[in-house]
């Protein structure tokens, strides 16, 4: 009896692919693949859509390009005049109520100096301060309550060598300790706010592992004080802290793959880099490539026309589009503005790109 919708796919897995058919069969499956049926820059960007519709019918008529979109491409000296630029490009072009705009970090590692360069916009005949919404998790390997937790785990492990569980719930009573001195200290500021939600997630992790110890099933097993100590200090590095927003505010703060089936009338890009985006990553899998290749499941060829999707879609019912990206040199690596924005800079028919040194 449900009819269920299919928006914003676009690679599939075999095994998506075939649940998609079987629903289909069914007559109870829609498809609303988001793609551009005449778009020439780059011939792998929606090439995984169309061959998904010879057997899965779109459910909406497929977007023509239309017009040349003008593309401003800004070259910057280093990561963080970028984030610098972010606060001042905001402040420029967000004047009025419900023009929807966007800040896209393509390196989610940029996330820290791009809000540190948030400024506070105030709307003509207004005193309040425009909310943003801010789509990524905050690094809790960032905050300073990281650096104070570990420092205190090794202290505690040293101390109590012999009991991990007394180690680690010497850590917690600390970061109780931190939590105290924060309340003290309130403040209506969102450092505040973002310390204390490092504080929780922290002691929620401690909590974790001592509860894991005190299983019957582990607590047979010998456990390495420095393997254990290593695992959580892991474990911590990899949390996030979530920013609790507003997502249908009009400015917007977000990664890539958060762009997926929006639009936005002014977009930013930062950080359009070789090697950040497409990502150059490898295969984190034990299947050899070729093996992965003969039996269509993801390799490092098709997460790169993923990337293609994901930017370009981005770009076509957008209005105003600036990319920035950092042509800074070090001894190991240099970097270098991305193909997609070569491909862009070749294809005049479909493309009007000014270019500007920052």
């Given at each position: 009896s449900r009819t269920y919708c299919f928006i914003g796919f676009n690679y599939l897995l075999p095994v998506e692919r075939q649940l998609m058919l079987?629903?289909?069969?069914?007559?109870?499956?829609?498809?609303?693949?988001?793609?551009?049926?005449?778009?020439?820059?780059?011939?792998?960007?929606?090439?995984?859509?169309?061959?998904?519709?010879s057997k899965l019918p779109n459910a909406l008529p497929a977007a023509k390009w239309g017009e040349r979109r003008k593309v401003r491409t800004v070259s910057a000296t280093s990561v963080h005049s970028e984030a610098e630029y972010a606060g001042q490009w905001l402040k420029q072009t967000?004047?009025?109520?419900?023009?929807?705009?966007?800040?896209?970090?393509?390196?989610?590692?940029?996330?820290?100096?791009?809000?540190?360069?948030?400024?506070?916009?105030?709307?003509?005949?207004?005193?309040?301060?425009?909310?943003?919404?801010?789509?990524q998790g905050y690094p809790l390997r960032n905050t300073s309550v990281f650096a104070e937790v570990t420092k205190q785990l090794s202290k505690a492990f040293l101390k109590h060598a012999d009991n991990p569980a007394e180690a680690?719930?010497?850590?917690?009573?600390?970061?109780?300790?931190?939590?105290?001195?924060?309340?003290?200290?309130?403040?209506?500021?969102?450092?505040?706010?973002?310390?204390r939600e490092a504080l929780y997630q922290t002691r929620r992790t401690l909590v974790q592992f001592i509860a894991i110890l005190n299983d019957d099933i582990v607590s047979g097993l010998t456990t390495h004080p420095d393997l254990l100590q290593r695992l959580i200090r892991r474990h911590l590095e990899q949390q996030s802290l979530p920013f609790h927003g507003e997502p249908v505010t009009d400015l917007q703060?977000?990664?890539?793959?958060?762009?997926?089936?929006?639009?936005?009338?002014?977009?930013?890009?930062?950080?359009?880099?070789?090697?950040?985006?497409?990502?150059?990553?490898p295969d984190k899998s034990l299947l050899p490539y070729?093996?992965?290749?003969?039996?269509?499941?993801?390799?490092?060829?098709?997460?790169?026309?993923?990337?293609?999707?994901?930017?370009f879609r981005l770009l076509h019912r957008a209005e105003d589009v600036t990319i920035l990206f950092s042509q800074s040199q070090t001894a190991m690596t240099k970097k270098?503005?991305?193909?997609?924005?070569?491909?862009?800079?070749?294809?005049?028919?479909?493309?009007?790109?000014e270019k500007f040194i920052l």
């Open positions: 079987n629903l289909q069969s069914e007559g109870r499956a829609l498809f609303y693949w988001d793609y551009v049926e005449d778009f020439r820059t780059n011939s792998k960007a929606f090439a995984f859509i169309r061959q998904n519709i967000y004047r009025r109520k419900g023009e929807s705009t966007a800040v896209v970090i393509c390196d989610e590692a940029q996330l820290e100096p791009v809000i540190y360069s948030l400024p506070v916009i105030r709307l003509e005949g207004s005193d309040a301060a425009e909310d943003v919404n801010i789509t680690l719930k010497n850590t917690v009573a600390f970061v109780d300790k931190l939590s105290d001195q924060s309340i003290a200290a309130r403040s209506n500021s969102w450092q505040w706010n973002l310390q703060i977000m990664g890539v793959l958060e762009t997926r089936t929006l639009d936005f009338r002014h977009l930013l890009l930062l950080n359009v880099e070789e090697g950040v985006i497409p990502a150059s990553q070729y093996l992965r290749k003969a039996y269509g499941l993801q390799t490092h060829d098709e997460r790169a026309s993923v990337y293609a999707y994901n930017f270098t503005m991305s193909r997609f924005v070569m491909q862009m800079l070749v294809c005049p028919e479909e493309f009007e790109v």
